[in-house]
């Protein structure tokens, strides 16, 4: 078995695969969260966050059939 010293790593390789990650990722203002998600970050129930918060006039609309919000619109009107 080869010790922790020799092993080799390919840094160019490992370079281009995070390059390759980072630029796939969606970008900040495209990041979409589900109720799961929003009731963390608000530290809200999910019946209390569906029945109450996410049909508040100033709360953002929902996304894609009604069941997602854009994570900085969220994350806006919680700063608010």
């Known amino acids: 078995?080869?010790?922790l010293n020799e092993?080799?790593?390919d840094y160019d390789l490992?370079?281009?695969k995070i390059a390759i990650a980072i630029a796939s990722a969606p970008k900040e203002n495209e990041v979409l969260w589900d109720a799961d998600q929003c009731c963390q970050y608000l530290h809200f129930t999910?019946?209390?966050?569906?029945d109450k918060?996410?049909?508040g006039p100033d709360f953002?609309?929902?996304r894609v059939r009604g069941s997602l919000w854009l994570k900085n619109e969220v994350t806006h009107w919680a700063k608010r």
């Open 7 to 9: 092993l080799e790593f």
């Open 60 to 62: 953002p609309k929902a």
């Open 14 to 16: 490992l370079a281009d």
């Open 1 to 3: 078995m080869r010790g």
């Open 46 to 50: 999910r019946r209390y966050f569906l």
């Open 53 to 55: 918060v996410s049909k």
